[in-house]
């Protein structure tokens, strides 16, 4: 079954402090993934896709298939990634599948 | 560029009542998409079109309809309104894969 795993529901890191939002997917295929922020009370924005390997607001995130794995990256944790976090990944030509994301929050 | 519009932002609900919550692009997406948004449960595809004419049922797709008479408008409506279906709701578009979504800014139903 085609799924997206995000284990934590809450991670909670100090400012400055290296952050890890794991993402891990279940797909049998050459899988296309998308990290998505969603600020307080606003829309979903497209963080971060794979076949890019951009860099966006300091966050990267590396596809290792070995571990079917798209973890999210930060090497200095700032106040405003306060955020949910949302894992994506597409099945067949666009359907995308969600995981149930992992609220971030940076205490200072 | 407007991108994805939604309204209404809220919107209150009687039980049993009807309505059609509005979803237009302005960026010649072919793929549009409603996803409702629950605490616990992340996003969920309600129902999908992959162009004018053409739709499919997503994972949670009773209690609505849709429709997609042009590339630009993508309408859900749910026929009658139940207290499970006190939600967010997010449309999104796609111009083809590998690209990402666009979301619209969403909508607050609450259905009492």
């Known amino acids: 079954a085609q799924r997206v795993t995000q284990p934590e529901k809450l991670l909670s890191v100090f400012k400055g402090a290296p952050v890890e939002l794991k993402c891990n997917y279940s797909y049998s295929g050459s899988p296309e993934l998308f990290w998505y922020v969603q600020y307080s009370r606003q829309r979903l924005q497209l963080l971060l896709r794979?076949?890019s390997r951009e860099s966006i607001k300091g966050f990267t995130a590396d596809l290792n298939k070995g571990e079917t794995s798209f973890h999210l990256k930060k090497p200095f944790a700032q106040e405003e990634d306060s955020a949910m976090y949302y894992c994506?990944?597409?099945?067949?030509?666009?359907?995308?599948?969600f995981g149930t994301g992992t609220r971030l929050k940076v205490l200072a | 560029n407007a991108g994805v519009t939604q309204t209404p932002k809220f919107q209150v609900l009687k039980t049993g009542q009807s309505m059609t919550l509005q979803c237009a692009q302005d960026m010649n997406h072919e793929y549009m998409s409603w996803y409702r948004q629950d605490p616990g449960m992340g996003l969920r595809l309600i129902h999908y079109?992959?162009?004018?004419?053409?739709?499919d049922q997503g994972e949670v797709p009773n209690g609505y309809n849709v429709s997609r008479s042009t590339t630009e408008d993508f309408p859900l409506r749910l026929l009658s309104a139940a207290p499970s279906q006190t939600s967010v709701y997010f449309c999104a578009s796609s111009y083809r894969q590998g690209r990402g979504y666009t979301f619209g800014s969403g909508t607050r139903l609450t259905v009492v």
């Open positions: 794979h076949i």
């Open positions: 994506a990944l597409v099945s067949g030509t666009y359907k995308y599948i």
């Open positions: 079109s992959v162009g004018a004419g053409i739709t």
